[in-house]
């Protein structure tokens, strides 16, 4: 390679191509080798995760759970091997659950290195060849289609009606549409129209791209990079145990103190009375009890959390949820769920208002009317599909054909007929027509853009 490429979205696809010392027809396999020898392979680095053992030693780091084991081993002294033996049995039982969750938390996060895609087609001495993700280097040409999920940047050499969905990167839950003409230097992420981002899924349209960047040189591999680096901070709940203890373990000492010079120079007890019993007042006030109920109570907010797709890492992180008073958000003011949803519909008929959330087909419309012919046309004409997960409907494909499919759903009919040939849908003519076979005669459905759709009566 002749030089690393700083804005490829800005250069034209034969400048990038002389940079990288690559060719259209691809890489040879000697050349792809040497690359990959130098560059390392193409995955998300490794984040340096704590080990089991390291882990659960990091349960007992409270300055509570320090109080307690200095309780333990009083009584141990003193061979109260009861009290010793429940007080151990509640510290162990806090670091176990602890351990337990985060394990779990461990293990999703580790799945996020599996976004990028795990094979992928290139070209490799003017052949077509599918390849492990993790072989691509810079100077691959990488071969796209609808459904593919893009292995590395690249920088777009062909494009043919494609469009990408960026929502990882951007939080766009709308697809954006692409082409191999070069934008401004200093163009915002999301403008970068002549850039396919590794992890992200291609939703329509067919492209030949050429790999600028891997691994950890990519868009993503920045952001874990940045995400590696956050500082780790104190929770609100952590900071207030922390404290409490520091003044109750003051306080025991304290009280522990008193007693024992108010017993021995006062009341004249023997010292080895007197200390006994203070040693056992002292030990009767250390709560045994609340760490264990913190780790527990934590526990079932991670499990609640888990429940709605939400990965806690650490157990204290759920409470520092609800000391949240600032909520910073992309700049269409939601957090983006990658969800669309037909909420209004204009027909000749009247306007009508759907209600309910996400693809889930139990809403109502109102006023009632007969949708039919619409619900029709928008099942039929789609490339989607929707997936009921366990009570969770997910879609498959371009997410405002999801929502298109929902609102077929929703309606409630049964749409048979079998489809024959198709005009996929494309930025030049703005539309998508089907032509279909069903109850004894053939129909053309058409969805596109108003102007367009308009212009083929």
């Given amino acids: ?84 033996a429940v007080i151990l049995a509640v510290v162990l039982a806090n670091a176990v659950v602890g351990f337990i969750q985060e394990g779990k938390a461990e293990v999703a996060m580790a799945a996020i290195r599996r976004m990028l895609a795990p094979r992928a087609a290139v070209l490799r001495d003017g052949q077509r060849l599918t390849v492990d993700a993790s072989e691509i280097v810079p100077g691959e040409i990488v071969l796209l289609e609808a459904g593919d999920k893009v292995p590395a940047d690249l920088r777009l050499l062909e494009a043919r009606g494609l469009a990408a969905q960026e929502a990882i990167l951007t939080g766009e839950s709308v697809p ?123 526990a079932i907010g991670v499990q609640a959390m888990a ?7 650490r157990l204290p992180a759920i409470e520092a949820i609800g000391s949240v008073s600032v909520i910073c958000t992309d700049k269409t003011g939601t957090l983006t769920r990658n969800e669309m949803v037909v909420a209004a519909v204009e027909t000749p008929e009247g306007s009508f208002t759907v209600t309910g959330e996400g693809y889930a087909p139990s809403v ?30 997910a879609v498959e494909g371009d997410p405002m054909e999801g929502a298109l499919l929902a609102f077929a759903g929703k309606v409630g009919d049964h749409y048979p007929a079998r489809r024959l040939d198709a005009i996929p849908f494309d930025s030049r003519h703005r539309f998508m027509a089907v032509l279909t076979e069903g109850l004894g005669r053939r129909m053309i459905y058409v969805k596109g853009a108003p102007v367009s759709a308009l212009d083929l009566r």
């Fill in 307 to 313: 429940r709605r797709h939400a990965i806690v890492r």
């Fill in 1 to 84: 390679m002749r030089s690393a490429l700083t804005d490829p979205h800005a250069l034209s696809g034969d400048a990038c191509l002389l940079a990288l010392d690559a060719e259209l027809g691809g890489l040879t396999g000697s050349e792809a080798a040497r690359r990959l020898a130098i560059q390392g392979p193409n995955r998300l680095p490794e984040t340096q995760s704590r080990g089991p053992v390291l882990r659960f030693l990091s349960q007992f780091n409270n300055m509570l759970i320090y109080l307690l084991l200095g309780a333990a081993v009083v009584t141990a002294t003193l061979q109260h091997w009861v009290d010793t």
């Fill in 176 to 298: 954006v549409e692409k082409d191999a003409d070069p934008v401004t230097a200093d163009a915002a992420l999301g403008d970068r129209r002549s850039m396919l981002w590794s992890g992200t899924l291609v939703t329509q349209g067919t492209a030949r791209g050429l790999a600028v960047a891997t691994g950890a040189a990519t868009e993503i591999g920045r952001i874990g990079g940045l995400l590696a680096g956050v500082e780790q901070l104190t929770t609100p709940l952590v900071a207030q145990m922390d404290h409490f203890a520091r003044w109750l373990s003051f306080l025991i000492l304290l009280a522990a103190a008193l007693l024992l010079i108010y017993g021995y120079f006062v009341g004249h007890h023997r010292f080895d009375e007197m200390f006994m019993a203070v040693v056992g007042v002292a030990v009767a006030a250390i709560p045994e009890g609340l760490p264990a109920v913190m780790t527990i109570a934590l």
């Fill in 364 to 393: 109502t419309i109102t006023p009632a009317g007969d949708l039919s012919r619409l619900a029709r046309a928008a099942a039929l004409c789609n490339d989607a599909v929707l997936h009921d997960r366990a009570g969770q409907w």
